[in-house]
């Protein structure tokens, strides 16, 4: 069933659907690295935690990223909660992406796409599931080239790269 959103869409506002997290998690990392930097530009984000949790609180998970992350501004809220329009929603992984596709809005849905998804699994269910979401019509957002070379070539869909960067500070 589709999900609403509420509100009428800001100018440089972004929806982050995120799976829960652990500290380290190297995924999450980029993710909140990238919400970071856009603050700098001015952007504003909400990350909405979805599926398993391991927050009991939109609260605790703020605090976790905040001190073990990046000292993000992004409000943080948990599945279930209202949906407030953005200009961007952004899925980050394929589970996410589906939450994202349920989503009835004309907002444009982008797709922080880090990795080609379907070789985490031997042929199977998840692998199909996952693949499948790069035929969903939403634009992405690419970790290098390669991935968005091989979802442009064999899904058809619009990407833009993102280069590797390096944070010698946290890695020497």
Known sequence: SPLATVGQPKRGTLLWIIPDFNVGSGGHLNI???IYHLESKGYESTIMVIGQRNHA???EARREIVEHFF???????????????TEFIVATGWQTAYYVNRIASKTRKLYFAQDYEPYFYPMGS???FSENTYRLGFYGITAGDWLAEKLAREYGMRTQAVGFGVEHERYR
Not at 71 to 85: S, T
């Open 32 to 34: 909140f690295r990238t």
């Open 57 to 59: 609180s939109a609260e």
């Open 71 to 85: 000292p993000l501004q992004a409000k943080v809220v948990m599945e279930g909660a209202e949906i407030e329009a």
């Open 126 to 128: 998840e692998y199909v």
